[in-house]
């Protein structure tokens, strides 16, 4: 294993831009990473070589010009969640319907990884369209978590979190629905962040749920992700849910936490993201967590927020019903696979058919939910109850927010379950997102930081922190002064492989 | 159905009483598409005004065309409508293969404008208010064409071609309220309303409004109450009307269809008719067995849109003098008889005669071009009179010579005609076919000379005094000038001549 895979982004940036190492090199020692261990993770759906060192050796030009690099990532290597559209290079969505289609333009966020002269070393596995915690839900086979290959590394981002945690790439990206980059961060040790909606462009990004889809940065660090969180994030007039205000001075933030000094902030522990159905591992965990952040100089308190309760239920209907629509394009007549097309069946029959075999299970699961809960007479019922429990949850952030400055709670109610476990019951493979959905509901900003392994498993669990909309730097404060206190987790992942 | 399942219409009117519905779909004439950068133009290659985002390719999001929006206002102020002081476009969605997203993005339950009226002139004078129940902004869809098959339709079609130049056009679609009590005028009705809102929007240079290319488009609600009964019968929905004469028609047609079939104790089936220009019948569409469920809801990708009042009032002072209210200024200004204003109305030459006017003619000659000689060219030459390639200006120009005693009537009437065949403006013809009045009197004199030399009986009787003979030799004189002497000239010089 090269070094340069073990080194942070931070890390990795400094050495490039000081002309210690190339970013060529750095994007072939990652690429070399993914030959070797890929085959047994399977973290990445397409791997773009070519691309890559391409971008790569074009900072190396840079830096050998002497002229400034385009971005303090510049010749950082990354791993893009197969979700985000990238010119000329394949983008499946984890969908059989999209097999070898080749998308004609690039989403913003890739268009600004593109400027910033971030190499894109390839694609990552995600649950289908985003829909799953597991990434079993993948056409492609499922990805395995770099802490025991027998189990999950959540979704539907597992791709990137484990690549991240496979040390194939210092940087991923994801996208985070009802907590698709936090359940995975949390599984792998990783850190990953849900920045305020609409804080990312969404464009490019092929929509699950276009009210809850927002991408965000993935790293090893708190600062790793900062320094990517600002790259991404600003306004994009492509994106008319895009929000027209300065980005959050992340990377500052980040700094400023890593000094280690937590007074003067409020923090608040929801009541009811903890207790039944919570592991005991996990929940030892968190308050160990919730400990060292007294000691790092925060007020704890704890608040409610009771209508985090319905957060689930009403997920399940807004997801689903955006997602039937979202999903109607794929009807085989522009793009994407096309069954049927024989001349005996007409171009209805296509469609169905179509879709009939380019879909999953949970996919046409989630169709049919929502295009029940859409419908004539159950239209109240269901999508309008949900959104107006979604205001409800809006409100006890607001109320919350009133009194602290981030609330904090586990990022999963369990530590990574076995590949296989939960396929046959999704209600339970549901619940791993109850402590992460209620920020996607009300569209503010929420991280998972490491928080250690689990007493009971050794396996990794998260502390999530949830900011009110906008101002992400607070997760980036406290996140940081967290991880400087805790030290660094996915370390002991390595200890363990160098030990086998 | 044949002509004998029709009831006579003298007949309908004395049972039943009609109820009318028009839907108006209008083309706006921005520059770009509603949610896109692409150009907003009528035909083009196939598929070539196209981009992601009207595609409805994977991950591209729409942004709202401001331009439309303004449109859209201005529209439901000129319809006397109350605009909203907040709404959002709504998805109605529904599978078909010409529309890129397989949802519309339109607005359902919360039009940007609603409550108007439009009051509109019939062919004797009658004004009739018409209720406006809402105007809302939504998007075109793609083009199919079905190739093979009987009917043009995708229905028995082999295959089909599909277009998306128009996919993501803006529409403003504006809906009556119920159009009751009209009797036997209502398919007159309908056409007046249609004319007078086409005028509206033309005015307002809005829209091409060109029904012929389907930038103005109506549907035909049409239901008949018996008469007496509080209740509204059972409506059919006319599509495919591209003239006003065929709005007229397909009321009237379907009118006398359905009172036949009430009449023999029969119902109405709710369904959507196709109206055939042909023959001026209307056919039934494919039948569905169930009723399309468009599962509404609010448009995820776009935020609200809340005019302010200010910007409400800004638009309002835009909208230019209006037709009718145009009419009433013109009447009084040119001091216009009530017939005289019809037969300018009703020949659509209101605009023309005005234009004529302010290129500096008289309005009793600009009128009486328009209203008369080029009334008849348009007929006979099967275009509408706006459609004549001479412009007022050049009508203008050819008044002008004709005052000035360059060109005689008749003369006047070749140069017209000159400039209809495409021969160029009025000069240019006057040049071109030698047309001018011969004002030479050396050239004059000869053709008299030869004249009387002709004559010379006639001669001697002007000379001998009887000057009323001198009108053959007129006569001989403009045959030899083939028209282009001026008469008087020409009388004056003969009598010069002989010394009379």
Not at chain 1, 45 to 52: F, I, T
């Amino acid at each position: 294993m090269s070094d340069l895979t073990r080194l942070t982004a931070a890390e990795l940036a400094d050495k490039i831009h000081a002309g210690e190492v190339s970013a060529a090199e750095t994007t072939q020692a990652h690429l070399d990473r993914i030959a070797a261990v890929d085959g047994d993770v399977h973290a990445f759906l397409h791997v773009d070589a070519e691309g890559a060192l391409e971008a790569a050796r074009a900072v190396d030009a840079d830096i050998a010009a002497g002229t400034a690099p385009a971005s303090p990532l510049a010749g950082v290597p990354l791993a893009l969640k197969d979700v985000l559209t990238t010119r000329g290079v394949p983008t499946t969505c984890g969908s059989r319907t999209l097999e070898g289609w080749l998308p004609p333009y690039d989403a913003t966020v890739t268009r600004r990884l593109r400027e910033a002269g971030v190499p894109i070393l390839g694609k990552t596995n995600m649950d289908e369209f985003a829909m799953g915690s597991s990434t079993e839900n993948s056409a492609y086979g499922p990805t395995r978590n770099p802490w025991d290959l027998d189990r999950i590394p959540g979704g539907s981002g597992g791709g990137s979190s484990a690549s991240l945690a496979a040390y194939e790439a210092p940087l991923a990206i994801g996208t985070d629905t009802g907590g698709s980059i936090r359940q995975p961060a949390a599984v792998t040790a990783t850190v990953g962040v849900k920045p305020t909606y609409g804080g990312v462009s969404r464009y490019g990004l092929v929509a699950f749920s276009s009210s809850l889809d927002q991408a965000g940065p993935c790293g090893r660090t708190v600062l790793d992700a900062a320094l990517l969180h600002e790259v991404i994030a600003g306004h994009d007039p492509m994106d008319a849910t895009s929000i027209d205000a300065p980005v959050p001075a992340v990377v500052d933030a980040a700094r400023e936490g890593a000094r280690g000094d937590l007074s003067g902030v409020k923090i608040g522990v929801v009541r009811e993201l903890s207790g039944e159905g919570y592991q005991g591992g996990v929940l030892r965990s968190f308050e160990a967590a919730v400990a060292q952040l007294k000691e790092l100089g925060a007020e704890v308190v704890e608040v409610s927020c009771p209508n985090f309760t319905y957060a689930l239920p009403a997920y399940y209907l807004i997801a689903p019903s955006e997602c039937s629509s979202n999903l109607a394009r794929f009807d085989a007549m522009r793009y994407g696979l096309r069954v049927a097309d024989d001349g005996n069946h007409s171009a209805e029959e296509v469609m169905s058919l179509t879709r009939e075999e380019g879909f999953g299970a949970e996919v046409k699961r989630r169709v049919m939910l929502g295009t029940y809960a859409l419908s004539s007479g159950y239209y109240d019922a269901y999508y309008g109850s949900a959104q107006k429990v979604r205001t409800l949850i809006t409100r006890d952030f607001a109320a919350a927010f009133e009194q602290v400055d981030v609330l904090v709670s586990p990022t999963t109610p369990v530590t990574p379950f076995k590949l296989g476990e939960k396929v046959d019951d999704p209600l339970a493979m549901y619940l791993n997102d109850i402590c992460s959905i209620p920020a996607n509901l009300a569209g503010n900003a929420a991280m998972s930081v490491p928080s250690g392994l689990s007493d009971e498993d050794g396996l990794p669990v998260g502390l999530q922190i949830m900011a009110p909309a906008l101002a992400d730097d607070r997760l980036y404060r406290v996140g940081a002064a967290y991880e400087t206190a805790r030290g660094p987790v996915l370390d002991k992942l390595g200890e363990l492989e160098a030990a086998k | 159905m044949t002509t004998a399942e029709l009831m006579d219409y003298a007949e309908v009117i004395e049972r039943y009483d009609p109820v009318l519905g028009l839907e108006v779909h209008v083309e706006l004439s921005t520059n770009t598409k509603m949610f896109c950068g692409c150009p907003n133009s009528f035909g083009g290659d196939p598929n070539t005004h196209v981009c992601p985002v009207c595609l409805g390719m994977p991950g591209a999001l729409p942004v709202v065309n401001g331009t439309a929006v303004e449109s859209a206002i201005r529209i439901g102020l000129a319809l006397n409508c109350d605009i909203a002081e907040w709404c959002r476009f709504a998805r109605k969605n529904y599978f078909y293969p010409d529309m890129p997203k397989n949802f519309q993005t339109s607005q359902y339950d919360e039009p940007i404008a609603f409550d108007g009226h439009l009051d509109v002139v019939l062919d004797d004078g009658e004004v009739v208010r018409v209720d406006i129940e809402r105007a809302h902004m939504e998007e075109d869809t793609g083009k199919s064409l079905h190739v093979g098959g009987a009917t043009g339709r995708i229905h028995g079609a082999e295959h089909s071609l599909l277009d998306y130049n128009r996919a993501g056009v803006p529409l403003i679609e504006i809906v009556t309220k119920p159009i009751t009590g009209m009797g036997e005028r209502a398919p007159e009705v309908a056409r007046a309303y249609v004319t007078a809102l086409r005028d509206l929007l033309r005015a307002m240079d809005v829209s091409d409004v060109r029904m012929d290319q389907g930038s103005l488009r109506c549907d035909a609600n049409v239901s008949l109450m018996a008469k007496g009964a509080g209740e509204f019968g059972t409506r059919t929905e006319t599509k495919n009307v591209n003239s006003l004469r065929s709005v007229e028609r397909a009321v009237r047609y379907e009118m006398t269809r359905h009172a036949a079939i009430l009449a023999d104790g029969g119902s109405i089936k709710q369904e959507t008719r196709h109206f055939q220009e042909a023959d001026g019948t209307t056919a039934a569409g494919r039948t569905k067995e169930t009723a399309e469920d468009y599962r509404y809801f609010p448009e995820p990708d776009l935020v609200p849109i809340a005019p302010t009042r200010e910007w409400v009032e800004q638009l309002r002072a835009t909208i230019p003098e209006l037709p009718w209210q145009r009419r009433k200024r013109i009447q009084e200004d040119w001091n216009l008889t009530d017939e005289e204003l019809r037969d300018l109305v009703n020949t659509g030459a209101i605009e023309l005669v005005a234009a004529t006017v302010d290129a500096g003619a008289d309005q009793a000659d600009a009128r009486s071009w328009w209203v008369q000689y080029l009334n008849q060219q348009a007929t006979s030459r099967e275009t509408e009179l706006a459609d004549l390639v001479i412009t007022p200006a050049q009508v203008a120009r050819v008044i002008e010579l004709v005052g000035s005693g360059e060109l005689t009537n008749k003369l006047a009437r070749q140069v017209v005609d000159g400039v209809l065949d495409g021969d160029g403006d009025p000069d240019q013809v006057i040049e071109k076919r030698g047309l001018k009045v011969v004002s030479d009197d050396s050239a004059l004199l000869a053709a008299v000379d030869e004249a009387l030399a002709a004559q010379p009986d006639v001669a001697d009787k002007i000379r001998g005094g009887k000057v009323q003979a001198a009108g053959a030799i007129v006569g001989a004189v403009m045959k030899a000038t083939k028209g282009q002497a001026d008469a008087a000239r020409v009388r004056e010089l003969i009598l010069e001549r002989v010394g009379a």
